[in-house]
């Protein structure tokens, strides 16, 4: 019976959730699904879970009324839970919607600067890192040149600039935006927290690098920007025809000076 299953898949979700929780130093609400309704990762299933927890004290508390069920959850509403079960044992990672490393437009620090440029212009990158011998150096931007020509007036920038000339103005801490270097295991909603967080003299995060453990010496597993995640993090990989996907496909792997 369907609500068998519902009440069944209702245990499951408090059972993941009472892990999920176990570590936490204090809980505001007694119930774990409460709990977790109020916590900003649930926002892709809040209105689901909302709907299932009044649906299951309803069942639960006030089962029948002259014999028969008060409410009876229908196939939609089972599935509904079934997938918000499957999102809180599994919620998708930051790295599901990145570029991945191997789809990563890099540059080197031969790359000259100009065709840089016309290629940023071109295909619409506004960030390109800097990776030599596999590791990462920096990043070069619009901001980049800015920061330059701010420090040297006199810079000028000829067709055989590269980005060595540049020195270390390519560095993360030199840019008057910010980045940040996030573990493989960090979560899709967390990237977009961090996204919509302004930080120091109110920046905004500009690019998310992933690595495996979060240290900028390691290879870039993917790179991720405010427009990849916000959007319905649940239909991820529903559409391989969507914009984001064919973006991801079509990106080059490196630039060539």
């Known amino acids: 019976m369907r609500s068998d299953e519902f009440i069944d898949l209702y245990k499951q979700l408090e059972d993941e959730l009472e892990v999920k929780f176990s570590t936490a130093k204090q809980r505001r609400y007694s119930s774990v699904v409460f709990e977790y309704i109020n916590h900003y990762e649930s926002a892709p299933v809040r209105e689901t879970l909302n709907l299932c927890r009044e649906i299951r004290n309803l069942m639960t508390h006030n ?84 920061s330059c020509i701010l420090r040297d007036p006199t810079l000028r920038i000829t067709k055989e600039t590269t980005l060595s000339q540049l020195g270390k103005m390519l560095a993360v801490e030199k840019h008057v935006e910010n980045f940040a270097f996030v573990d493989e295991k960090t979560t899709c909603i967390e990237a977009r927290r961090m996204f919509e967080k302004i930080r120091g003299r109110n920046k905004r995060l500009s690019v998310i690098f992933i690595t495996k453990t979060g240290s900028r010496d390691e290879p870039l597993l993917g790179m991720l920007t405010p427009w990849d995640v916000m959007q319905d993090i649940r239909h991820t990989d529903e559409d391989p025809e969507s914009p984001r996907k064919k973006n991801k496909r079509d990106a080059k792997t490196e630039f060539t000076p």
């Open 63 to 146: 089962a029948n009324l002259g014999g028969e069920p008060i409410v009876e959850p229908s196939e939609p509403v089972v599935e509904a839970l079934r997938e918000a079960l499957d999102y809180v044992c599994r919620p998708p990672l930051a790295l599901d919607f990145a570029t991945k490393g191997s789809s990563i437009r890099c540059a080197r620090l031969s790359s000259r600067v100009l065709n840089l440029m016309e290629s940023m212009d071109k295909s619409g990158f506004s960030h390109i890192p800097v990776i030599e011998k596999e590791i990462f150096l920096g990043v070069f931007s619009v901001s980049t040149i800015f």
